[in-house]
């Protein structure tokens, strides 16, 4: 009995001595075999706060928790409780002295603060370090690019030839390294006068190694043949140049061509949409909440996609030349009908389609037989910003809005389209409007092509938009109608997918109530809802404008005819009811009060910028009209000198 209690005993303290030895096992493999892999990037100051939210939310849905974040800091970042939430690891730093001269341009996109990413060197304490930027977002696992670098000190996807983009690079942590970038950088070449430059010099004669192109693709390459495979296959896309998702319709940049792609922006913005709502970043977020619209644009904007995705795949879609005409406007089912067949019948235009609200309530059978082979869309919200909804069976290049009261001919149309052609991107209407702000209350300063100099905040003053003369009498205009607008298809997907939410709910929450045209007589609106309409349909004109002026800088340009402007026929059923205090200042400022509350809720707006806001409407003061020649009959010498 004693023996085998003795060799139970034993057995029993074998296994106690094998199963500590494994676990030492186990754990000396996790703590010092198990490589020490971090990410990074470089926050300057609180512009790019929008950013770096969507860089941490869209790493944080792909990799968990799985490898530390490093969010380097200067001191000029103040917001970072959302950052730590996020799960960002924060280490204030120092700036780094900017080598070159700092011109408006390298101030405008930050350049001067980015060779502070050179502090990621100093971390020794991770074997090694992916260093993203914080224009980027993360679209899939990064894991395996510590593997793709291998041994080498460096490494990072080709940008053009020989040259790396530093967007995403792997690096070795070395203090001997940070000492010697320290000591050169201010004195060393950089072809672009900035960190990508130093670190391409940097490494010229160093081991490295070159990574995929799906670690950071950039969308300046949406222009080649394989930025569709590239852009299916990527893990990382990059907003390189000054032109971002959150900017491209501030400032006019220069470059907004080459590096605006619709697609890779709308990813970053349904990130940005998504993360907001689940952070409610601040009081004017947690108001998206309670917008009656806060799913309409992800409503729009996917089912768009998923349409269009469909008909291209069933060969159903095929860009084709010619014009589609949009009704968006009409007052009565007749006048409706009236208007697509007029339209229908010309040659110059490939298909008509009708927008339809749902504060029209359901189309009668009578309606729909009468409207034969016109498309009608149909909309889910109320909103004025249903008129520039993007449609998936768009086939044309250029989309003209339309009404019922003016029935432009081909002619007129044709013109239209020429003249888009010297104005591809920009707007072309029949209607223009000037905006103006009044110097003090109830003073209008003069009809100046540029924004007076004043040193009261603008956004505490009268504002005006208002009809740009007559065909007689033109004046200068800054703005147009979309009562009869042309304008490239798309910007229609760019203005309800891509600009803040802030933006639309702010067209969607116009009120005649709140602008002061209750007083409206009855006869202009069927219904409480149309006069609402109307309202907002005034407002999300308004906000295309600024949008297509930000982002292209094109001049507006107008079509004269000798149509009745929409805002004389107010003014003259105002004249019929004897509502005479209306005519010439409650709508044309409460159209301007619009204006400066768009103006005044874009992205980064500070009294500092008021002047560089007013600049994105751009006066032109000339416009385009018919040439009618005139019939003569040649005379010869004999008849001019023959004297009668």
């Known amino acids: 009995?004693?023996?085998r209690r003795i060799s139970f005993l034993g057995v029993a303290?074998?296994?106690?001595?094998?199963?500590?030895?494994?676990?030492?096992?186990?754990?000396?493999?996790?703590?010092?075999?198990?490589?020490?892999?971090?990410?990074?990037?470089?926050?300057?100051?609180?512009?790019?706060?929008?950013?770096?939210?969507?860089?941490?939310?869209?790493?944080?849905?792909?990799?968990?928790?799985?490898?530390?974040?490093?969010?380097?800091?200067?001191?000029?970042v103040k917001d970072?409780?959302?950052?730590?939430?996020?799960?960002?690891?924060?280490?204030?730093?120092?700036?780094?002295?900017?080598?070159?001269?700092?011109t408006a341009e390298k101030a405008a996109i930050n350049k001067q603060c980015r060779y502070s990413k050179l502090h990621i060197w100093r971390?020794?304490?991770?074997?090694?370090?992916?260093?993203?930027d914080v224009d980027t977002l993360v679209l899939g696992p990064l894991d395996n690019v510590f593997s793709q670098a291998g041994d080498a000190e460096f490494a990072a996807v080709r940008d053009a030839g020989d040259t790396f983009n530093t967007g995403l690079f792997v690096?070795?942590?070395?203090?001997?390294?940070?000492?010697?970038?320290?000591?050169?950088?201010?004195?060393?070449?950089?072809?672009?006068?900035?960190?990508?430059?130093?670190?391409?010099?940097?490494?010229?004669?160093?081991?490295?190694?070159?990574?995929?192109?799906?670690?950071?693709?950039?969308?300046?390459?949406?222009?080649?043949?394989?930025?569709?495979?590239?852009?299916?296959?990527?893990?990382?896309?990059?907003?390189t140049s000054e032109t971002k998702p959150w900017n491209f319709f501030l400032g006019a940049h220069r470059s907004w061509k080459l590096n605006f792609e619709s697609s890779a922006f709308y990813q970053w913005t349904r990130a940005w949409r998504k993360l907001s709502k689940e952070l409610a970043v601040d009081a004017h977020d947690i108001n998206l909440l309670r917008w009656r619209n806060s799913d309409r644009t992800e409503f729009v904007c996917e089912r768009f996609i998923r349409d269009r995705k469909a008909l291209i795949k069933r060969g159903l879609f095929k860009k084709k030349a010619g014009l589609t005409v949009l009704i968006t406007s009409w007052k009565s089912p007749g006048s409706l009908v009236n208007a697509a067949k007029h339209y229908e019948e010309m040659d110059l235009i490939q298909k008509v389609m009708v927008s339809w609200d749902p504060w029209r309530g359901i189309p009668s059978p009578q309606l729909l037989h009468k409207l034969n082979g016109i498309d009608l869309i149909m909309h889910r919200f109320h909103s004025g910003s249903n008129q520039f909804a993007p449609i998936a069976g768009l086939e044309t290049s250029i989309i003209f809005l339309a009404d019922d009261e003016h029935l432009v001919l081909q002619e007129q149309l044709e013109l239209a389209m020429e003249s888009t052609k010297n104005n591809p991107m920009g707007l072309v209407g029949f209607f223009g409007r000037f905006h103006n702000i009044a110097a003090s209350r109830n003073i209008t300063l003069p009809d100046e092509i540029t924004a007076p100099i004043v040193q009261e905040s603008v956004w505490k003053r009268t504002w005006n938009v208002?009809?740009?003369?007559?065909?007689?009498?033109?004046?200068?205009?800054?703005?147009?109608?979309?009562?009869?607008?042309?304008?490239?298809?798309?910007?229609?997907?760019?203005?309800?997918?891509?600009?803040?939410?802030?933006?639309?709910?702010?067209?969607?929450?116009?009120?005649?109530?709140?602008?002061?045209?209750?007083?409206f007589p009855k006869e202009a609106f069927s219904s409480t809802m149309e006069r609402e309409h109307f309202v907002q349909f005034a407002a999300a004109e308004l906000l295309m404008n600024v949008m297509?002026?930000?982002?292209?800088?094109?001049?507006?340009?107008?079509?004269?005819?000798?149509?009745?402007?929409?805002?004389?026929?107010?003014?003259?059923?105002?004249?019929?009811?004897?509502?005479?205090?209306?005519?010439?200042?409650?709508?044309?400022?409460?159209?301007?009060?619009?204006?400066r509350d768009i103006l005044r809720d874009l992205p980064g707006t500070t009294q500092a910028k008021e002047r560089d806001l007013l600049g994105l409407l751009h006066y032109n003061s000339l416009a385009v009209m018919p040439f009618n020649k005139i019939p003569f009959k040649k005379r010869s010498e004999k008849q001019w000198n023959r004297k009668d």
């Not at 706060?49 to 941490?56: K, N, P």
């Not at 970072?80 to 002295?97: F, K, M, N, P, S």
């Not at 070395?174 to 010697?180: A, I, V």
């Not at 065909?471 to 760019?494: C, E, N, V, Y």
Request: net charge positive; with cysteine.
């Open 123 to 132: 971390y020794t304490d991770y074997e090694k370090i992916v260093f993203v």
């Open 171 to 239: 690096l070795r942590p070395s203090l001997s390294t940070w000492k010697e970038m320290s000591s050169n950088y201010l004195n060393a070449p950089s072809y672009n006068q900035g960190d990508q430059g130093f670190l391409n010099w940097f490494f010229r004669d160093r081991p490295k190694a070159v990574l995929p192109v799906m670690y950071n693709t950039v969308c300046k390459a949406r222009g080649t043949a394989m930025w569709p495979i590239q852009l299916s296959q990527a893990k990382l896309l990059h907003f």
């Open 1 to 3: 009995m004693a023996v």
């Open 466 to 519: 208002a009809k740009s003369g007559t065909a007689k009498r033109p004046r200068p205009f800054s703005l147009i109608s979309s009562r009869l607008l042309m304008l490239h298809a798309d910007h229609l997907f760019t203005y309800s997918c891509l600009l803040p939410d802030r933006l639309h709910r702010l067209v969607d929450e116009q009120s005649a109530a709140s602008l002061g045209i209750s007083q």
């Open 13 to 76: 303290i074998f296994l106690v001595v094998i199963g500590w030895a494994f676990f030492l096992k186990q754990n000396s493999k996790i703590t010092v075999k198990t490589p020490r892999y971090a990410f990074a990037t470089l926050l300057c100051d609180d512009v790019m706060s929008e950013a770096i939210r969507v860089l941490l939310g869209s790493f944080k849905e792909h990799h968990g928790d799985r490898f530390p974040f490093l969010l380097l800091v200067l001191p000029a």
């Open 80 to 102: 970072r409780a959302d950052l730590q939430r996020l799960g960002a690891i924060i280490h204030e730093i120092d700036a780094l002295d900017y080598p070159f001269r700092v």
């Open 548 to 595: 297509v002026a930000g982002m292209t800088a094109q001049r507006p340009l107008l079509i004269r005819t000798s149509f009745l402007d929409p805002d004389e026929t107010i003014k003259r059923l105002l004249e019929k009811n004897n509502v005479t205090i209306l005519l010439g200042h409650v709508w044309p400022q409460a159209r301007g009060t619009i204006l």
